[in-house]
């Protein structure tokens, strides 16, 4: 069974600070993957997408993939305080009908 | 990236009962995929719905308890069948924004379902 990992924390960090949210996967056929921010009573929301090894950036936010440690990251540089949610790492496998298998997420609480 | 509009919001069901979920798009889409997250936990893919084709469901799930209709590339509905309070959870449709302008996938706003 393809497995999506994550701590479900919470990770607490100061306004300011840098968040740092990890994701491990078990399919090594995985091709993309995405990061979405799930706000207390609301829907997922979209944040990051990354296909390629290495870094990808927008605004204050960066993914990173590491596909041969199978591992895909999130940075949010600049913590603020609207940023306390829960993170939701999802990876699609291609040749999946397009399917998205999620992780359990990561509550992150940004502090003042 | 698509629109989606899901009804109802919330609902408090009887057990025994059930209740049909519906998700309108504001563009064709090819597929629409219905998921349940359950209380403090990550969303599960109930099933995909192709225009003109049966739903693929996955494990866990089947079409009696999840019956899907999807008759039109703007349009689907979950039901969810002889309901019993194990099903309180939120379910959401999703589809894949890909083509559309946008990467990635779009929820609706999903339904809060309590079965009492």
């Known amino acids: ?56 950036e927008d605004g204050r936010f960066t993914a990173q993939l590491n596909k041969a440690s199978q591992y895909v990251s999130l940075l949010i540089r600049d913590s603020q305080p609207s940023d306390s949610a829960t993170y939701l790492c ?15 997420g990561t509550r992150l609480q940004v502090t003042l | ?22 998700c309108q798009v504001d563009s064709q889409v090819t597929m629409m995929f219905w998921y349940r ?4 936990q990550s969303l599960t893919l109930i099933a995909t719905a192709n225009q003109g084709s049966e739903a693929t469901y996955e494990s866990g799930f089947v079409i009696d308890k999840f019956p899907i209709s999807r008759p039109n590339l703007t349009f689907s509905t979950l039901t969810v069948s002889n309901m019993s309070p194990e099903d309180s959870s939120i379910y959401l449709c999703s589809v894949d924004s890909q083509g559309q302008g946008a990467v990635g996938y779009t929820f609706g706003s999903g339904t809060r379902l309590t079965v009492v």
């Open chain 1, 1 to 56: 069974q393809k497995e999506v990992e994550q701590n479900s924390g919470p990770l607490s960090v100061p306004e300011g600070a840098i968040a740092s949210l990890n994701c491990t996967y078990s399919d090594r056929g995985s091709q993309s993957f995405f990061w979405y921010r799930q706000y207390s009573g609301k829907s997922p929301e979209l944040i990051m997408f990354i296909y390629s090894n290495g870094d990808k």
């Open chain 1, 90 to 104: 999802a990876v699609m496998e291609t040749g999946t009908a397009s399917k998205l298998t999620f992780g359990t």
């Open chain 2, 1 to 22: 990236s698509a629109v989606i509009s899901q009804k109802p919001s919330r609902d408090i069901c009887q057990r025994g009962t059930s209740l049909t979920i519906q």
């Open chain 2, 37 to 40: 997250q359950q209380p403090g």
